[in-house]
């Protein structure tokens, strides 16, 4: 299809306005972490970096940030566990309930974060009568995490089919054998991509969070939204933000690179 020149204009004119819209309040995130004010009056009324060494010495941010980089590291080992074998299972056998169990398998990220946190703070007390803690925490994380690995390994066992499996099999290797040396090197980088992609998102998620952390637990998504409007706070909050942006950029990117045309993840 040709484009003219009118409508290549009117489509680099429309991704503009989108991309500004986007990006601009972010831009105005990073540039008041620099502002002397304690208020986020615009525009700055000065520069300072007194903010970001406030923001080292924070007691309390220090320890959110602590605690969302446990839970996101222990979502993210559970859900390359149960999201790899998840995958194999419906790429590689067919079964009755499969394509309802896929469905089950995808259905926790597409809820609404406060219909699965609800869902899981009544399952944690009424059900189980577990009370909410790390625990709780950890595993609410990796109800929506375990997707994305799924997804990403789901696509790249469809995408590289399963001939070289066989013929490894065929030729005597044993199947850990085969998993060990054909398998897994070719869904390594399917697997960092899932994990980092994991990690992101338990990371940033604050919804079912506060449905299921325990008294006391604080991830960084809830301290911020805890601090936001606290007046000794505000500044800090612009500085924790503007590392937050910076940070999510990287695992983002890199799961781009792994995955290659493999594709998954939070829509």
Request: no cysteine; glycine share 6%.
């Given at each position: 299809m040709t484009l003219?020149?009118?409508?290549?204009k009117l489509l680099a004119l429309a991704v503009g306005i989108v991309l500004v819209f986007v990006y601009a309040p972010?831009?105005?995130?990073?540039?008041s972490s620099?502002?002397?004010?304690?208020?986020?009056g615009w525009p700055p009324s000065g520069f300072t970096l007194h903010w970001w060494s406030s923001a080292w010495s924070s007691g309390g941010a220090l320890d959110a940030v602590w605690v969302s980089v446990r839970v996101g590291l222990m979502a993210m080992a559970i859900a390359l566990v149960l999201g790899?074998?998840?995958a194999f299972a419906l790429s590689r056998y067919r079964f009755f309930g499969r394509n309802s169990l896929s469905l089950l398998v995808i259905l926790p990220i597409a809820l609404p974060g406060i219909v699965t946190?609800?869902?899981?703070?009544n399952a944690?007390?009424?059900?189980?009568?577990?009370?909410?803690?790390?625990?709780?925490?950890?595993?609410?994380?990796a109800t929506f995490c375990i997707v994305v690995v799924f997804n990403n390994v789901r696509a790249r066992l469809n995408q590289l089919g399963g001939s070289v499996e066989e013929a490894s099999l065929d030729l005597g290797a044993?199947?850990?054998?085969?998993?060990r040396l054909i398998t897994f090197p070719m869904l390594r980088s399917a697997l960092l991509a899932g994990g980092l992609l994991a990690f992101a998102l338990s990371f940033d998620e604050i919804i079912v969070?506060?449905?299921?952390?325990?008294?006391?637990?604080?991830?960084?998504p809830v301290w911020i939204n805890l601090n936001l409007f606290r007046p000794t706070q505000a500044p800090v909050v612009n500085v924790i933000g503007s590392c937050l942006i910076v940070a999510s950029i990287i695992p983002i990117y890199l799961s781009q690179k792994l995955a290659g045309d493999s594709t998954g993840g939070r829509v």
């Open positions: 003219t020149s009118r409508t290549r972010l831009a105005v995130v990073v540039i620099f502002n002397p004010s304690r208020s986020f790899t074998l998840l946190g609800m869902a899981l703070k944690f007390q009424t059900l189980l009568h577990v009370d909410l803690g790390y625990f709780t925490l950890v595993v609410s994380h044993s199947r850990w054998t085969t998993f969070t506060t449905f299921t952390a325990g008294p006391g637990i604080e991830t960084l």
